[in-house]
């Protein structure tokens, strides 16, 4: 999947002289997510690899030199041409065409989303805590960070141990 999305934005050292050329969208909190951040050397601390967990075996893989973007899925019927090892299918024999579905995408990046240092910061109207580039929401005159605004989504606050 990695190699095949590089290989068609035109990365060919995601490592070396092309490492600020390259952010990676993920769809997927599993071993994928892993697998590219090793091959590509994006991770979310450098602001290279976004997560979008929407259970999917999919990535998107921009040049951000050239604008060129594709997204990569992991097709779920795979066929075996060359044959099953101990029942497994052979999928180094396979074609990339029967592996995955590529489609060239457009990503609209803002300068928020970019690696590199915050460019803004704003406070939560209703928890106090710092939002960052962007990620609030106008809400009734006020900015509010996602978990207020949706009123909190994966934790239920017992007490502040400070």
């Known amino acids: 999947m990695t190699m095949s999305g590089l290989r068609r934005i035109g990365i ?4 070396g002289v092309d490492r ?5 969208f993920v ?3 599993r071993c994928a997510t892993d697998a590219i951040m090793a091959l590509t050397g994006c991770r ?3 602001r290279t690899m976004k997560i979008r967990d929407f259970g999917k075996m999919a990535a998107t893989f ?3 030199e050239s604008g060129k973007s594709v997204r990569v899925v992991a097709r779920t019927k795979k ?4 044959g099953d090892v101990g029942g497994i299918p052979d999928y180094s024999l396979m074609p990339e065409e029967e592996l995955f579905s590529i489609s060239e995408v457009q990503v609209p990046l803002r300068p928020e989303d970019l690696p590199g240092k915050p460019l803004r910061s704003v406070v939560c109207g209703c928890c106090g ?3 960052l580039d962007g990620r609030e929401i106008e809400y009734q005159g006020d900015s509010l960070c ?3 605004f949706e009123k909190n989504d994966y934790y239920q606050l017992k007490e502040v141990l400070e």
């Open 12 to 15: 060919s050292d995601p490592k």
């Open 20 to 24: 600020k050329k390259l952010m990676v």
């Open 27 to 29: 769809e997927i909190d």
């Open 44 to 46: 979310p601390g450098k």
């Open 62 to 64: 921009i040049n951000l």
């Open 79 to 82: 066929k075996s041409p060359g």
């Open 129 to 131: 805590e710092t939002v």
């Open 146 to 148: 996602r978990p207020c």
